[in-house]
DNA sequence: TAGGCCATCTGGTCCT
DNA sequence: AGGACCAGATGGCCTA
């Protein structure tokens, strides 16, 4: 069963608008290159059809001879190929489209500081690892491990960018004198949740990151955050690459159901996997009461982590809040 | 100025 | 025949 294709309905007005700019292009390319491999082509054509005759003019070659193209069947074949480069653009902007609704949905979206396409793939697969560790331990999650992992793969400079999401930096991590990293100063986001004591995070439970030039991967490794499974043992073994480290984990997310991101546990209430998403919502409405119908999030006013994440009533640690900081 | 990122063109391949 | 998809090549733009 061949996959369904992308299928390129385009208004006609916008292929005729292709057709113009694909004319256009074609006779003024950008890239010479391209213009000369078309007059290489039509030359080599050229070239081929007298190769087909020796000297009396008898053909060399048996087998099908290329048919002279006449003026009209080249300017077929044109127009044939401006269609074909309206029908690649266009299939490229939906590409970058789909591209662009994932990087609205990622950790760190700024219209103005855009993630590159790579960074944002990388980003995506961080995110739903860190959320679906999240989900799967059920507790409250690690605020720095949560960062670390979307960190992961990353380049320094996203890693920075993921980092100043949290107003988290360097400074933060020291190694102290058993090689363990640990903490010089409280974290701005400990200053700004200063009511939270589990946001104390004098005892790193983050991970190496793989990466040692990023900002945090700046930090000896720590003590492996209880990612659990095959997670934690990849990311134990931190590839030498630091900027942009193929970081290929697991196929897989740990939780996965139907397709759906739901419970690994024996649940009864992972029934509503089947049928809810599970994960961060991007409520626009930022008012932590306000997350309508569809939020999972609430705020929690005992623990270390500032944020209760709740599936259909359950609750689960999450970070409603993080994710705004995120977004702003 | 080098390197990264991107858009575009292009030809090949596969499928309908 | 024609469309979708893919990868290579190329030049433009931007930034460190």
């Not at 789909?98 to 960074?119: D, F, G, H, N």
């Not at 995110?127 to 999650?141: C, D, F, N, V």
């Not at 649940?267 to 089947?274: L, R």
């Amino acid at each position: 069963m061949p996959e369904p294709r992308f299928t390129a309905n385009f208004p006609p007005e916008c292929v005729a608008e292709n057709k113009k700019l694909a004319s256009k292009k074609l006779d003024a390319s950008p890239n010479p290159k391209a213009k000369e491999t078309r007059e290489e082509n039509s030359e080599k054509e050229e070239e081929d059809r007298e190769d087909d005759q020796d000297e009396n003019g008898l053909p060399k070659r048996k087998g099908a001879r290329k048919k002279k193209l006449t003026s009209g069947r080249q300017e077929r074949v044109k127009v044939r190929r401006q269609e074909a480069n309206a029908r690649e653009r266009s299939r490229m902007h939906g590409l970058n489209d789909a591209l662009e609704s994932l990087r609205k949905v990622v950790p760190c979206y700024s219209k103005t500081q855009k993630l590159s396409k790579i960074e944002t793939l990388r980003l995506a697969k961080n995110y739903i690892w860190a959320l679906s560790e999240t989900l799967s331990a059920g507790k409250r999650p690690d605020l720095l491990a949560f960062v670390q992992t979307l960190c992961k793969g990353l380049s320094q400079p996203t890693t920075n960018l993921v980092a100043g999401c949290l107003q988290l930096n360097a400074r933060n991590f020291l190694t102290d004198h058993n090689g363990e990293a640990s903490f010089s100063a409280r974290p701005p986001y400990d200053a700004v949740y200063a009511s939270y004591p589990g946001s104390e995070t004098g005892t790193p439970t983050g991970h190496g990151c793989g990466g040692g030039t990023s900002t945090l991967d700046s930090a000896k490794p720590f003590r492996p955050y209880s990612y659990g499974g095959s997670y934690e043992s990849f990311y134990e073994n931190p590839s030498p690459e630091c900027a942009s480290p193929p970081f290929e984990g697991p196929l897989s997310p740990p939780i996965n159901f139907n397709g759906i991101f739901s419970l690994k546990h024996e649940d009864p209430a992972a029934e509503y996997g089947k049928t809810c998403h599970y994960g961060m919502r991007y409520c626009p409405v930022p008012g932590r009461g306000s997350l309508g119908q569809t939020s999972m999030f609430a705020v929690s006013t005992d623990g270390h982590f500032p944020y209760d994440l709740h599936v259909r009533g359950q609750p689960y640690a999450a970070q409603d809040e993080l994710n705004a900081a995120f977004h702003n």
